[in-house]
């Protein structure tokens, strides 16, 4: 039960919170009955800032602690539920699973929203908890702790065709009017949206990578989905839970990989017809709108080939900004096209 100093200090917090809003610029949040507010150059959406914000003052990470950090569709779902199976592996098997009665986000709580459910995790001796916090937006917690960080990215461009099919549906749900593709592709590509610029988001993790290579480990979901139990074993390695010479003669990390495919996550009753934070006002989701289709390179049957030039083009001008090579290079044959892949190879030759 909350104490009466717990109860004031988080009164003074929520007051605090609402004479801050009232100076932050805002716009509507691609057509939905929502605003997103900018802060400290990110924008959120009221909610996801005050959440943020308690996490930042109130959130206490532990050396065990392992966060799942990421910009939104960029294959969180699929990162849960591998972690997740991958630490609980002798716990639980296949028939066991809690993944078959809730959704991986249900699993592994968010640390700017869940930490009733996290402090409890912890005591059951589950350390998972996730993010899609800028890395500039971490509780200072996180990083004095030690504790492990997994960051995975994504294509821009499949990013935001993912983003805005869920964004749709969300409306849908809401009975609300979908924005246009088109309208939607120049708010992403001017860094007006969730959690703000992708490319910012990214590079901040990116840096972090570089500077702490031991404590966070930074992904890419088109790796993840060509060689899914390599970088599942690499993972595993990575937060302290490598498998055995015995659990990998007998298969283990390929029965977690079918478990958590996206077929099977896709085709389970939780996920068709459950809801996510359900009785939660507009953080109320749909669990069916978490799976979509999981492919590679699905941008192309959307984006027209300027929208696709454009993001290519936005890359680049993250990549060489001030002329310093900000962006992983193994990241770039996924990301922008062959022309302006060539075109950054001749920046910067040396690279290669």
């Given at each position: 039960?909350?104490?009466h100093v717990e109860k004031q200090n988080r009164d003074?917090?929520?007051?605090?919170?609402?004479?801050?809003?009232?100076t932050l610029p805002k716009v509507n949040?691609?057509?939905?009955?929502?605003?997103?507010?900018?802060?400290?150059?990110?924008?959120?959406?009221?909610?996801?800032?005050?959440?943020?914000?308690?996490?930042?003052?109130?959130?206490q990470a532990q050396p065990t602690d392992i966060i799942l950090c990421s910009s939104?569709?960029?294959?969180?779902?699929?990162?849960?539920?591998?972690?997740?199976?991958?630490?609980?592996?002798?716990?639980y098997n296949d028939s066991t699973t809690p993944l078959l009665?809730?959704?991986?986000?249900?699993?592994?709580?968010?640390?700017?929203?869940?930490?009733?459910?996290?402090?409890?995790?912890?005591?059951?001796?589950?350390?998972?908890?996730?993010?899609?916090?800028?890395?500039?937006?971490?509780?200072?917690?996180?990083?004095?702790?030690?504790?492990?960080?997994?960051?995975?990215?994504?294509?821009?461009?499949?990013?935001?065709?993912?983003?805005?099919?869920f964004i749709a549906k969300y409306s849908k749900s809401l009975d609300t009017q979908i924005i246009q593709l088109d309208e939607a592709f120049e708010l992403f590509y001017e860094g007006v949206s969730m959690y703000g610029s992708y490319w910012d988001h990214v590079l901040g993790y990116w840096k972090a990578s570089l500077e702490h290579p031991d404590k966070l480990m930074f992904l890419k979901y088109e790796d993840l989905v060509e060689n899914t139990v390599l970088y599942l074993k690499k993972i595993a390695e990575f937060i302290g839970y490598p498998f055995s010479s015995k659990e990998q003669q007998e298969g283990v990390p390929e029965n977690i990989v079918q478990m958590c495919s996206f077929e099977n996550?896709?085709?389970?009753?939780?996920?068709?017809?459950?809801?996510?934070?359900?009785?939660?006002?507009?953080?109320?989701?749909?669990?069916?709108i978490f799976f979509r289709k999981g492919k590679v390179g699905d941008w192309k049957n959307y984006l027209t080939?300027?929208?696709?030039?454009?993001?290519?083009?936005?890359?680049?001008?993250?990549?060489?900004?001030?002329?310093?090579?900000?962006?992983?290079?193994?990241?770039?044959?996924?990301?922008?096209?062959?022309?302006?892949?060539?075109?950054?190879?001749?920046?910067?030759?040396?690279?290669?």
């Open positions: 039960m909350e104490s003074v917090l929520q007051k605090s919170f609402e004479e801050m809003i009232f949040f691609w057509g939905l009955p929502l605003d997103l507010y900018q802060y400290q150059g990110f924008w959120l959406t009221l909610p996801f800032l005050q959440g943020a914000l308690s996490a930042q003052q109130q959130f939104l569709r960029t294959g969180t779902t699929w990162l849960k539920s591998l972690t997740f199976t991958t630490i609980a592996r002798t716990s009665s809730k959704v991986p986000h249900d699993v592994v709580p968010y640390m700017e929203f869940d930490h009733a459910q996290f402090s409890t995790n912890r005591h059951l001796g589950s350390p998972l908890l996730a993010t899609h916090l800028p890395y500039s937006f971490l509780p200072r917690s996180i990083i004095d702790s030690g504790c492990k960080l997994i960051y995975i990215c994504r294509d821009p461009k499949d990013t935001f065709v993912s983003f805005y099919h996550l896709s085709g389970l009753e939780v996920n068709k017809i459950g809801k996510h934070r359900a009785g939660q006002g507009n953080l109320e989701v749909e669990n069916n080939t300027e929208m696709s030039q454009r993001l290519d083009q936005r890359t680049l001008q993250k990549l060489t900004r001030g002329g310093v090579m900000d962006f992983p290079f193994q990241l770039l044959s996924s990301i922008v096209n062959n022309h302006a892949f060539i075109k950054i190879c001749l920046i910067y030759p040396l690279v290669f």
